[in-house]
């Protein structure tokens, strides 16, 4: 028997991202230039050994373009920087290193030659799971019951009832009306308490107290689960009555939502009955098969949910948050403002997954979501740092929520539907549109239909010399008359500044040193109030303007603002502020400093100025009394600040700067009321 090794990455057992043939190509592009810059001082040429099975590169029938592009390129003798020869593995035995694993043997029986009974069982166990398993979705066991006449419904009318279920789990845009705030189910929460790494308090302390939420785990286990009403239609359905419905149906969905609800009442251990072969099936045989069928149909949506409840993790996960760590950025898990969980530390890889799926409660989808995006952001951060300037806290959450509203103005879409849209891109895409985020580029989504109702999208940069202007235009201008695609600059630009600063904001990128300005404020002043909460004049006794410390306090009082683009307002209030003590304009600031009124105040300025010159305002927020009635916007906008505040540019005599500067003259009773000052803003 001729064994060979393989890269972790590609273990499908476990990592469900190499089913996308763009990321596998991908990712197998970077492992070989690593192995390139590694392996300069080694003897001997080393053998990559790469598997392809036909389920993961077949899509519908044909070979990905990913995978035709890298193997012409491979085929080319020439990538990455280094020679290269491509052919089947039996090519390269002749060259190869070849080891005799003699110790494997069964030496004590004396039969050397022949493998331990107990290494035959357990390589034969995993081959037969690398040759494929027959899904046991569709070979459901046999009732174990007989079913009691008068309880079985019309097999259409319960399928009706059943749609949705995993749906209703989601917690990724549950907002109301006011602004950012989602509410969801809370699972009870199976953490101890321990170590100083991980804080979950509500105010995000950067300086933790003693007793924490930490869990002290060695294996996963499942999250205990609360029934909800949505599951509650089922409790008096029984298992032979969902099972027979599993069989009825060959829409994968729709055994998601059953099995969702099977292990959510009775567990994944619980016997289902036995199948052809008398053999037992447990709910969690079934979710496998299910697992494994959505994995080759590149569901991707159901692919994250079925691999949560399973208990499955992605590659390298507590490598990637240590990268983050290391490099000074603290981690955020979970939907703000309530649920967020901060890792401070480094944390083995079973309780990193124990605490994002207990700070997501129901939510599976999400939660394998965030383990992808940490390991997409590790990688970010190790190619180019450079994105992650003056940020100091990765909020994951967030970031999610804000790619859900990204998709909503791109895709022209509900809340709801984008966030599908979301949970159903390919991991490929998903990085592709958290790079997008991250670097600030434009992107535009195309949306093809795939087998079936299906859809496929795929995230583009507008800029990008593959697709014309004129194309991505169309993509999202299908239904639209002609004469309403030829849009102005202006109505092009429309949202610019409120995209910008909503991204900012869900990113805590702050201004280059913009916590050592804060800290000359205080100096200046008894303390900086901000969301009900006061950085104290004390703060700069106790820590210096460099202190990481004192950064990481100012930006906890930053994180209790919900809503990103707001967030974004009160960091440009306290840039206005650092402009008077730089200025040196007063030697006092007073007392207390309320940020957030400045920002209502310069609102309530720019609203004046919109009604007297008729601008874009006069539609909604500056329209009659409703201008001095700042609750009653009509707009809609965050923390109750007119959606053109928020639109407009910094700079300029309409920008968001003139405005501030103008609200702190009339806040500020220590600037100078006579002669004049110097107000230019570079």
Not at 345 to 353: D, F, T
Not at 519 to 525: A, H, I, K, T
Request: proline share 5%; glycine share 6%.
């Amino acid at each position: 028997m001729l064994l060979f090794f393989v890269t972790q990455s590609l273990d499908l057992e476990e990592n469900y991202m190499m089913y996308d043939p763009a990321i596998l190509a991908h990712n197998f592009i970077n492992d070989l230039a690593f192995l390139t810059n590694n392996w300069s001082n080694s003897l001997g040429r080393p053998t990559f050994t790469f598997v392809l099975r036909p389920n993961q590169i077949k899509e519908d029938g044909k070979i990905p373009i990913s995978i035709i592009t890298t193997i012409k390129k491979l085929r080319s003798g020439y990538t990455v920087g280094t020679r290269v020869t491509l052919g089947y593995l039996k090519d390269f035995l002749s060259t190869s290193c070849l080891t005799n694993l003699s110790f494997l043997g069964s030496v004590e029986d004396g039969i050397p030659e022949k493998l331990h009974p107990s290494v035959q069982e357990y390589l034969e166990e995993h081959l037969q799971k690398s040759l494929g398993n027959k899904s046991k979705v569709t070979g459901a066991p046999k009732p174990r019951f007989t079913v009691k006449h008068g309880i079985r419904s019309a097999p259409g009318t319960r399928r009706l009832s059943l749609k949705g279920t995993i749906k209703r789990t989601r917690s990724i845009y549950k907002e109301e009306k006011a602004g950012w705030k989602e509410q969801r189910r809370i699972t009870p929460p199976t953490l101890l308490t321990s170590a100083s790494c991980l804080s979950g308090e509500s105010s995000r302390s950067p300086s933790p107290p003693p007793t924490e939420l930490r869990p002290s785990v060695t294996t996963w286990t499942p999250i205990a689960r609360q029934r909800t009403q949505s599951d509650a239609q089922f409790e008096n359905t029984e298992v032979d009555e969902l099972i027979s419905m599993l069989r009825e149906t060959d829409v994968l969905e729709e055994q998601g939502d059953i099995l969702h609800y099977l292990v959510v009442s009775h567990g994944l251990d619980y016997c289902t009955g036995l199948d052809d072969q008398d053999v037992s099936v447990t709910v969690k045989d079934l979710l496998k098969g299910l697992y494994d069928k959505a994995c080759q149909h590149k569901l991707w949506g159901l692919v994250r949910h079925s691999a949560g409840m399973l208990g499955k993790r992605v590659e390298d996960l507590a490598k990637a948050v240590t990268d983050l760590i290391v490099r000074q950025k603290q981690v955020t898990v979970g939907m703000p403002p309530k649920h967020e969980i901060t890792i401070t530390g480094p944390l083995p890889e079973n309780e990193l997954r124990q605490i994002i799926h207990q700070a997501y409660g129901d939510d599976e989808s999400t939660a394998m979501l965030t383990q992808e995006l940490l390991v997409y952001l590790a990688m970010f951060i190790r190619t180019e740092p450079q994105l992650f300037l003056e940020m100091l806290r990765l909020r994951v959450g967030l970031i999610i929520q804000v790619m859900a509203t990204e998709l909503t103005r791109t895709l022209k879409c509900d809340p709801d539907d984008a966030s599908e849209h979301l949970l159903n891109l390919s991991p490929f895409e998903m990085k592709n549109i958290l790079y997008h985020i991250m670097s600030g580029k434009e992107f535009a989504v195309t949306t093809s239909i795939k087998s079936g109702h299906n859809f496929s999208h795929s995230v583009i940069s507008t800029k990008s010399s593959k697709v014309s202007k004129t194309h991505i235009e169309n993509i999202f201008e299908k239904e639209r008359e002609t004469d309403d695609q030829q849009q102005s600059d202006a109505e092009k630009q429309q949202g610019q500044w409120l995209r910008r600063r909503r991204l900012d904001g869900a990113l805590n990128r702050v201004p280059r040193n913009f916590y050592p300005r804060v800290w000359s404020v205080l100096e200046r002043c008894q303390g900086l109030a901000i969301n009900g909460k006061v950085l104290s004049n004390n703060l700069t006794q106790e820590m210096t303007s460099g202190e990481l410390k004192f950064a990481l306090r100012v930006e906890a009082v930053l994180n209790t603002i919900s809503q990103p683009e707001y967030r974004q307002l009160v960091v440009e209030a306290l840039m206005v502020l650092t402009l008077v003590v730089e200025h040196n304009l007063s030697p006092c600031l007073g007392d207390v400093l309320h940020v957030e009124h400045l920002v209502h105040t310069s609102n309530r300025i720019f609203l004046q100025d919109q009604a007297k010159v008729n601008g874009d305002a006069s539609l909604c927020c500056a329209k009659g009394k409703e201008m001095s009635e700042p609750e009653n916007l009509v707009c809609g906008g965050a923390a109750n600040i007119c959606q053109h505040f928020y639109d407009s540019a910094p700079s300029g005599s309409y920008g968001t700067m003139t405005y501030l500067v103008r609200s702190v003259a009339q806040t500020l009773n220590c600037l100078p009321k006579d002669g004049q000052v110097d107000c230019n803003i570079s």
